[in-house]
């Protein structure tokens, strides 16, 4: 049988949504409410991390929040219900949905038993055990099926006999001990809550092995931890009392491990399929940026530019927008399923971000249309909420082509991998001041060294070259910001 319709409608669960573009798993970061508080349509109840980013969820329902099915650091599938809330608190105590369920399914006899004392039975948490009383019947009714032994026994005390070929009695051991350390379960489903599932799935611990030590046979988070320490952490033998769960023992050389999750996650698993995918070339080019950097010097000073970030990546990125203008063949995608070439009309310009979650690639969108002050705002714009880990997904997605910028650490240069999807990535070194031949002398300028990996497939090596020399030639003299833009 199912809920009633009146108390299906009362409690209304919430899913994790996929807030991303087909994203399976998010981890609840954060917690903005607990149960018992109020909260109103729209308002923000948690914050996730995607393989992304990190999103805010706001809750559907107005109501007073009836539980919170995952703590705080826990990854949930997407589709699994993470909070749910009771919309019509002032009808009164009530279980939820899952509980109210369950009851419904009990035998009518038990419809016909008093009703006090009995408490609701949370799915996955096991039945408490019964010491409810109960009236003998004056009139026969259907036998039912004892909740438990103590249960049988108190109705042969009352004289409510039940005859034998409609109820067998349930052989109940003797009351166990305290669990011993290293004692096993061999049979039933392992009790333990979702969180603690997830942990020891994490560690790669079966439940079925572990001991549990929580109330009804539950297994806790500690028993987990207890269970994936090294053999020898725990003492040889085991004094008399409740069992002490030892410290995890700390690795020779002082070795940590951290699960691989979120952002890191996901750009492990972009960057492997990316270098074993697309056969990557790179080529490099050392420049003369000295005139680059005394337009940045002056743009600063320039009040069509007040209030907007200047600084010598806005005019890198310009002119790589120029230059992809003249070899518009280069802003492609490979589409493996139909062994096609895609080429794309606007250039969404990806901006590598290094926040405290890791690597992230935000991309401008047409970026190739923006005039100077339009792409320094929206580039100041993107570094910002990238810093702040408030990147949306959407942004994160459809990028063409990509610069990272590793001269900020002073690094001269590097071999990036391509963002997957995308056909060139061009890496930015540190301007340093350096001896060059400058009209037929040796003379100190501003020099960096740029490179640009690009997908074989797309861009062949003359035009990844052409597509080089002219980011190059553009910041050698600037003025072809406005000759050829």
């Not at 702040?388 to 590097?414: C, H, L, Q």
């Not at 020099?447 to 497939?457: G, N």
């Amino acid at each position: 049988m199912t809920a009633s319709p009146a108390r299906a409608q009362r409690f209304r669960e919430f899913k994790m949504p996929d807030v991303g573009e087909g994203l399976t798993e998010a981890e609840i970061l954060k917690w903005y409410v607990q149960p018992g508080d109020t909260v109103a349509d729209g308002q923000v109840v948690c914050e996730v991390e995607t393989a992304k980013a990190a999103v805010e969820l706001p809750i559907p329902y107005d109501g007073v929040v009836h539980e919170l099915n995952f703590g705080e650091g826990v990854t949930v599938d997407v589709g699994t219900v993470i909070i749910s809330v009771d919309t019509d608190p002032g009808a009164g105590p009530a279980t939820a949905p899952a509980a109210d369920a369950q009851q419904q399914a009990a035998p009518s006899a038990e419809e016909d038993a008093e009703p006090q004392g009995r408490q609701a039975v949370l799915v996955g948490y096991g039945a408490a055990p019964s010491s409810t009383k109960r009236r003998a019947r004056k009139q026969p009714a259907v036998p039912a099926q004892p909740e438990s032994a103590g249960a049988a026994l108190q109705a042969e005390l009352n004289g409510r006999a039940t005859p034998a070929p409609v109820v067998t009695p349930v052989p109940v051991p003797p009351a166990p001990a305290a669990p011993a350390a290293g004692a096993v379960p061999t049979a039933g489903r392992p009790l333990a809550k979702p969180p603690v599932r997830k942990l020891a799935k994490d560690l790669g611990i079966d439940l079925a092995t572990i001991a549990p030590t929580g109330p009804d046979g539950t297994i806790t988070r500690e028993d987990v931890h207890a269970a994936a320490a090294p053999a020898g952490a725990a003492p040889a033998a085991a004094a008399p009392g409740p069992v002490a769960v030892a410290p995890a023992a700390v690795p020779a050389g002082g070795e940590r491990r951290v699960p691989v999750k979120g952002v890191r996650k996901a750009t492990a698993q972009a960057m492997v399929a990316s270098a074993f995918t697309a056969p990557h070339v790179t080529e490099f080019i050392t420049v003369d940026v000295t005139r680059t950097m005394k337009l940045v010097q002056e743009l600063k000073q320039d009040p069509d530019m007040a209030g907007l970030r200047v600084n010598p990546l806005l005019l890198v990125a310009k002119a790589f927008l120029v230059a992809l203008r003249r070899h518009p063949e280069v802003n492609a995608a490979w589409d493996e399923v139909n062994q096609e070439i895609v080429y794309k009309d606007d250039v969404n310009l990806g901006i590598a971000a290094a926040t405290p979650r890791g690597l992230i690639v935000p991309n401008i969108k047409d970026a190739g249309s923006k005039t100077l002050p339009e792409l320094a705002a929206e580039l100041g714009d993107l570094v910002a909420t990238a810093r702040e880990g408030k990147t949306s997904p959407a942004a994160m997605s459809g990028g063409t082509v990509t610069i990272t910028n590793v001269g900020v650490f002073g690094v001269d240069t590097g071999t990036p991998i391509l963002n997957p999807g995308e056909s060139a990535i061009l890496a930015f070194g540190a301007v340093k001041l350096q001896p060059w031949v400058h009209k037929g002398k040796v003379k100190a300028r501003q020099v960096t060294t740029l490179a640009l990996s690009f997908d074989h497939r797309l861009v062949d090596g003359e035009l990844g070259s052409k597509l080089l020399a002219d980011v190059a030639a553009v910041l050698e003299r600037p003025k072809r910001l406005i000759t050829w833009g």
